[in-house]
């Protein structure tokens, strides 16, 4: 019997210090140069200088002539969005950028919050950081910093920033909050250098919230902002104070998850599946795979040689429209493929895709943005934040159109203390931009319940 329980008090011990081991990891990082050439002697220039998007008779009279130089090309009959971008429908949106789209408008729109850019690590970083008109008395601004992903921008948070600052329920909180463009993303300077992934934004996005004077703030991510706020918690998880995701493949795959895919469609309850979990992950394995290939290929062109595919778009800008444009619409809904329109104005309007288009062409960044696959695959996927859990305050929002369904279990194995799941109601990949209203009141819900936490302890 002594034998026995010291057996079982050593085997406890042992699992207690490996638990203990694993919370105190943290992930280590070394501050870089991006800028071009040497860095410049006399220490960073830590200002924060107004910005603002501009445009031009020049600029405006370059795009044109451009579209009006495409070679169209028919699609096959009865293809609809099976084979990429229907050249038909394309040509309706083409039209409308050219005759009927007002750039200048949305530049004013684009203006209607504050912009800024700041120099961090050589590097000149945009970012938009709205701030409360009004915060009821005896309360304060909570902090959030929001990252977008390719082929999105800042601007895909636009319906969802006065949701978040001026919200309507008095009982909700209110928020103080920063959206940046990653370097090579819109407005943010390319770097120049080889090696900037999601772990070096992560370092930069902590380094600008500490310039504007937060210490502790929330952060908020889908497609690759959920990997650069996740590696920000990872980085410094006393500063994170709860991180909000709706993007979280797995990362790394465990005996869990591979018993939950072997026995999930027999023993649902055992792993806590539910009927969406086990439609969107068992129709069979073929499926699974064959969708995923169809859904791919972009990410294996810009994971090995962005720049060949990159500079053709990045003189195109139709071509550039098409390869942007596609995925709001498969990756909105998979149906959408069916449609001979793609179904693009189900969700979205014409003018809010094209903005985002012509954030990428007026900038030029379609290339520098494709880089940052390569810059994250290219070293392999055995990184070292891929194996470090996340103990920071997590909620996921999960939308049941999402590329890459994730069950609550999955979720759990990254993120140990994941605070609130929601199955969301609708909508697909592009989320804060879809559904911004959804995704309010996913974030009110979660920061609430993670600050009456943190009262109580």
């Not at 085997?11 to 800028?35: A, H, M, P």
């Amino acid at each position: 019997m002594f034998t026995e329980v010291l057996v079982a008090l050593l085997i406890g011990g042992l699992i207690f210090l490996l638990v203990q081991r694993s919370r105190n990891q943290v992930l280590k990082t070394e501050d870089g140069w991006w800028g071009a050439g040497a860095p410049s002697v006399g220490g960073e220039d830590i200002s924060i200088n107004p910005f603002k998007v501009t445009t031009s008779d020049e600029e405006l009279e370059d795009l044109y002539r451009r579209i009006d130089q495409t070679r169209p090309i028919a699609s096959l009959e009865d293809s609809q969005f099976h084979y990429g971008f229907n050249s038909h429908c394309l040509q309706k949106v083409v039209s409308y950028w050219r005759r009927d789209f007002d750039w200048r408008k949305q530049v004013d729109k684009l203006n209607q919050f504050p912009n800024f850019k700041t120099n961090i690590e050589g590097l000149d970083v945009h970012f938009v950081h709205v701030k409360p008109k009004k915060v009821p008395e005896g309360t304060s601004a909570v902090p959030l910093l929001m990252v977008h992903g390719w082929p999105g921008s800042f601007y895909e948070f636009y319906g969802l920033i006065p949701l978040l600052t001026e919200p309507a329920d008095p009982g909700d909180l209110v928020f103080e909050v920063v959206c940046p463009s990653i370097p090579g993303y819109g407005f943010s300077e390319a770097p120049h250098k080889k090696g900037f992934d999601s772990v070096c934004a992560a370092r930069i996005f902590h380094k600008l919230m500490r310039r504007l004077g937060f210490q502790q703030f929330y952060a908020h991510g889908g497609d690759w902002g959920w990997l650069v706020t996740t590696n920000m918690a990872q980085l410094e998880p006393k500063t994170v104070q709860g991180l909000h995701v709706n993007f979280a493949p797995p990362s790394k795959p465990g005996l869990s998850m591979a018993l939950s895919i072997m026995l999930g469609p027999s023993l649902p309850k055992l792993f806590g599946f539910t009927d969406l979990d086990i439609q969107r992950l068992y129709p069979c394995m073929e499926k699974l795979v064959v969708e995923s290939i169809k859904e791919s290929g972009y990410m294996h062109i810009q994971a090995t040689k962005p720049d060949t595919a990159g500079r053709g778009l990045n003189d195109s800008p139709v071509g550039l429209a098409a390869y942007i444009l596609e995925k709001f619409s498969t990756w909105t809904s998979r149906d959408f493929r069916d449609l001979e329109d793609g179904g693009l104005t189900r969700k979205f309007s014409l003018d809010d895709l094209l903005t985002n288009v012509m954030i990428y062409w007026t900038s030029g960044c379609i290339v520098s943005s494709m880089r940052f696959y390569k810059e994250n695959f290219g070293k392999g996927l055995n990184q070292p934040h891929s194996k470090i859990p996340v103990y920071v305050p997590t909620g996921f929002a999960c939308f049941p159109n999402e590329l890459f369904h994730t069950p609550k279990l999955w979720v759990k194995q990254k993120y140990r203390k994941l605070i609130t799941f929601t199955p969301m109601a609708r909508g697909g990949h592009f989320a804060a931009m879809e559904e911004p209203q959804l995704m309010a009141e996913d974030i009110q819900n979660f920061t609430k319940t993670v600050e009456k936490r943190t009262k109580k302890e």
